[in-house]
């Protein structure tokens, strides 16, 4: 009903740039929150930055000052604008969304994107 596809991910060298973007599509009735989270080769999941509808943002201290996340309602779009890459940021990317759909409206739940691969490495 619900899909979120990632993209813009690849292989960067230090102190290189990338910027990721998830659209939602389907049967959305709603989207409120919306995020990025990574996971390194053997670490947990961990929250990366999330935007709330109201727009305020929150972030990870590891990348505070270098990733900026934004959205794009129109598009039910959620972009991440990562610069300063480091080696440590070499993960899997993976999209966020908590959305109420045409069928339910009054029932939010979270889906995940497939992710995508960022390497950072000389």
């Known amino acids: 009903q619900v899909q979120l596809v990632e993209s813009g991910g690849g292989l960067v060298q230090p102190g290189g740039s990338l910027r990721l973007s998830c659209a939602a599509s389907?049967?959305?009735?709603?989207?409120?929150?919306m995020g990025w989270y990574r996971q390194a080769p053997g670490k947990q999941r961990e929250l990366v930055a999330a935007?709330?509808?109201?727009?305020?943002?929150n972030y990870a201290d590891s990348v505070k000052g270098r990733f900026t996340i934004s959205r794009d309602n129109a598009k039910n779009t959620v972009y991440l604008q990562m610069n300063s890459l480091k080696p440590e940021d070499t993960a899997v990317y993976y999209c966020?969304?908590?959305?109420?759909?045409?069928?339910?409206?009054?029932?939010?739940?979270?889906?995940w994107g497939q992710g995508t691969q960022v390497t950072v490495s000389s």
């Open positions: 966020n969304a908590a959305i109420t759909t045409m069928t339910t409206p009054y029932l939010m739940n979270t889906y």
């Open positions: 935007i709330p509808s109201g727009g305020y943002t």
């Open positions: 389907g049967s959305i009735f709603s989207i409120n929150a």
